[in-house]
Each structure stands twice: as C-alpha cells, then as structure tokens.
Nanobody, 124 residues
Framework: VQLQASGGGLVQAGGSLRLSCAAS????????MGWFRQGPGKDREFVAA????????YYADSVKGRFTISKDSAKKTIYLQMNSLKPEDAAVYYC??????????????????WGQGTLVTVSS
C-alpha cells in the first residue's frame, strides 16, 4: 500500500482543515488506518484511527470532539476533519496503514505503511 497525504496548510486558531490520505493498492480495504502527528521537538503521537470495516473509530483525548476520521473505500481515501484547531495542533500529520491483527491502533510500531506527511500550521 502506498499512501499520499495532503490538505495541510496555515489556519488561524479556531479554524478548520480537512486532511486527505489517498491509498493505492488492491488491499486498501483490509487495513486499519490511522493518523499520527509530530510537532517540533516532539515525538510522533497518535491522533485517530479507523478500523478496516469503518465500524470503529478511535481518538486521542487531545482531539476528541474536535477531529473526525472517516473513510471512503470507493475512493481509497481516508480523511481527518479538524475543527476548532489550536496552536498545539500544529505538526506534520502522517497517515498510516496496519493489518487489523497487528498490534494496538495507537502504537505507531503497529503500522507498516506511512504517507509522507503534510504540514499543519496554526496561528494564534
């Protein structure tokens, strides 16, 4: 699976952005998908994940209620709708794919495939 993230940019605090992650490969629907982020000087952290069937979604506490992950299987694309953005949300955002049986959704080591990252900047 190859992943291509897009949609990052500069937004004011309180604003919204929608990130996209387009996948290639016939087995896209088999994978759990996740979003992670890495801010300046910080470790990569879990943001959100969606199960292969789209029946379950998971969020970091820091984004719960503000971010929404979704999946369009026909387009082989996942999205991260980010609302009420805060300066602390600024980071490079990465999408990733993992086999459903492979580890915890919040653990970056569980993911086999990664996109290149898209930069989100939030001005205060």
């Amino acid at each position: 699976v190859q992943l291509q993230a897009s949609g990052g940019g500069l937004v004011q605090a309180g604003g919204s952005l929608r990130l996209s992650c387009a996948a290639s490969g016939r087995t896209f629907s088999w994978y759990d998908m996740g979003w992670f982020r890495q801010g300046p000087g910080k470790d990569r952290e879990f943001v959100a994940a969606i199960s292969s069937s789209s029946s379950s979604t998971y969020y970091a506490d820091s984004v719960k209620g503000r971010f929404t992950i979704s999946k369009d299987s026909a387009k082989k694309t996942i999205y991260l709708q980010m609302n009420s953005l805060k300066p602390e949300d600024a980071a490079v955002y990465y999408c990733a794919a993992k086999p459903p049986i492979s580890g915890r959704y919040y653990n970056s080591n569980s993911y086999d495939y990664w996109g290149q990252g898209t930069l989100v900047t939030v001005s205060s």
